[in-house]
């Protein structure tokens, strides 16, 4: 049972580069979204998608992007990556949307390290 | 905006001990959700709580929806160095695409 895999687990970036976390879910969840987890700040939701083809912007979108061309797959772009982007990124998925929120399913998380 | 206040912080707590670890907001949130989150994973989902003043059990872990249901607590019975972990509440952001906006957590350690 995959569930939503996250890759690359651990990556280190000098300030100025870009680059992509990849996410993917095999549970045909229509909810996906990213998050970013700091010491002392919780996680914070940077973008999400209700549907392919349809993507928002969350609590902190500066400096990321997303698309969402399939159901499966929902990678998050960092363009030119700076030390504030430093953190522990979590992709996760829900199987609907609802004013209350569903459970969501995280992936293992992504460890950012930006030089 | 909606905020989600947890306390305590840390908790640090011998095997054997009980402890509550509450949640609190000036909003009402039509449910509330309860993770815990294990060092190099992500989050896990233990609990949601949907009606005010709901009470739901997960073998020694006790969870409260307030009555107003703006705030929720957790209680474990008779910890196990198992309960080790971070501890999350998350509640809807008021918003129709269903996001959650987490509290800060508690990062609860247990000695044995």
């Known amino acids: 049972n995959a569930g939503v895999t996250q890759t690359p687990k651990f990556q280190v970036l000098k300030t100025g580069q870009s680059m992509t976390l990849q996410c993917a879910q095999d549970?045909?969840?229509?909810?996906m979204s990213w998050y970013r987890q700091d010491p002392g700040m919780g996680l914070r939701l940077i973008h999400y998608s209700v549907g392919a083809g349809i993507t928002d912007q969350g609590e902190v979108p500066n400096g990321y992007n997303v698309s969402r061309s399939t159901t499966e797959d929902f990678p998050l772009r960092l363009l030119s990556a700076a030390p504030s982007q430093t953190s522990v990124y979590f992709c996760?998925?829900?199987?609907?949307?609802?004013?209350?929120?569903?459970?969501?399913?995280f992936g293992e998380g992504s460890r950012l390290t930006v030089l | 905006t909606q905020l989600l206040e947890q306390s305590p912080q840390f908790l640090s707590i011998q095997e054997g001990e009980n402890l509550t670890v509450y949640c609190n907001s000036s909003s009402v949130f039509s449910s509330l959700q309860w993770y815990r989150q294990e060092p190099g994973e992500g989050p896990v989902l233990l609990v949601t709580?949907?009606?005010?003043?709901e009470v739901k059990k997960l073998k020694r872990l006790t969870f409260q929806f307030g009555d107003a249901r703006k705030d929720s607590s957790l209680h474990i019975t008779a910890a196990q160095p198992g309960d080790t972990g971070l501890y999350l509440c998350?509640?809807?952001?008021?918003?129709?695409?269903?996001?959650?906006?987490f509290g800060k957590g508690t990062k609860l350690s247990v000695k044995p």
């Open positions: 998350a509640g809807g952001d008021g918003g129709s695409q269903g996001n959650l906006i």
């Open positions: 996760a998925s829900s199987y609907s949307y609802s004013p209350g929120g569903g459970e969501l399913f």
């Open positions: 549970m045909n969840h229509e909810y």
């Open positions: 709580v949907v009606t005010g003043g």
